[in-house]
């Protein structure tokens, strides 16, 4: 039997919290600045790892930096929303982050998320916060597959749900 796609635990990403107005004009472009990408609307991410932000919640956004310009990226931050009710708060180490890349990817996840991946209900580019097996989790679709983020004391946990699932025979359900 042969994996159905490939599994790997990224190395550290740049993670920073932002709460506040998102429709605020500073908060729009605090986070244009912060990392190259415009205001995701619901259950949207924009860019990638390396410079992306995704909706978490009315009031809540992920944004997502190289890890080395995370203290810069939040001196800029609250730089930038000086005056304005929000919260900035760097994340990068409470968080692990895996890759499942190749053509059933969403075989994998579907596996082990109560979520319809079927590419006409989540595409490249949508952003969910759901359960993954027993333990809380995010994940989003881009060209290669999902990436997926949960608290990294779960990470462990996590990597081996998601070998397990790559490890097993196409369902083809979502095909």
Known sequence: MSNLAEI?????????????DLTSAKMKSAVKAACGQGMPTSAQVLGDGDGGVAWMSPDELLVMVPYDDVADVIADLNSALKGEHA?????????????INGADAHE???????????VDSFAIGQ????RLAQVAAAFWRHEAGFDVVCFRSVGDYVDGVLRNAAQASK???LD
Do not use: Y
Request: proline share 2%; with cysteine.
């Open 8 to 20: 790997t635990r990224s190395n550290a990403r740049g993670m920073i919290t932002l709460r506040g």
């Open 87 to 99: 919260l900035v708060a760097d994340v990068s180490d409470a968080r692990a982050v895996f890759s």
């Open 108 to 118: 994998v996840l579907a596996r082990v998320c109560p979520v319809d991946l079927h």
């Open 127 to 130: 952003f969910r916060r759901t």
């Open 171 to 173: 369902v083809g359900a």
